[in-house]
């Protein structure tokens, strides 16, 4: 759920000779990590992302530079800006997600719960919508 998508601050170690922030599998992120990407050289007005994903778990920080994360659990929309280091969005699975407003040199990293698998991947929108809310009408008929 969009409640879910939430900007971590991690912790920072900060001294004359500079920061230092550090992630540990599992402890300052709700899971463990299996993959590491990263998006940069990213031209101008690109736009990145436009999916889901069924099972994987995400945290995304903005290593340099910054970028507009739009989240839709399928019931709401919010837009999110990322561009300190020492902060992660996390982004729980059936989330969908769209990129863009990239700073000149900016740098994406995103830690994953899983490797990559195309099959984990919902890349059309209204496929997305249909099953988040099938999902949801399941739980309540299941309540009644
Ligand atoms: P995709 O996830 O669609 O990019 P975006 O970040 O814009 O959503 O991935 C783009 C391409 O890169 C796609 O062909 C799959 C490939 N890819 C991998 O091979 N491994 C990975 O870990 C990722 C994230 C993508």
Known sequence: ALIDCQICDLPK??????SLTFIESGRQ????IQRVYYLYDVPGG???GGHAHRK??????????????VLDDG??????????????????????????????GSVC??????????????RNYSDFMCEVHSAALRQSQAAH
């Open 56 to 69: 994987l778990h995400q945290f995304m920080i903005a290593m340099s530079g910054s970028f507009d994360i």
């Open 75 to 104: 019931f709401g929309r919010k837009r999110v800006h990322l561009n300190r280091s020492y902060q992660g969005l996390y982004i729980p699975p059936m989330t969908w997600r769209e990129l863009d407003n990239f700073s000149s």
């Open 109 to 122: 990293m995103v830690l994953a719960s899983e490797f990559y698998t195309e099959a984990d991947y919902m």
């Open 13 to 18: 170690v900060h001294d004359p000779r500079g």
């Open 29 to 32: 992120i709700p899971f463990s």
């Open 46 to 48: 690109s736009e990145r």
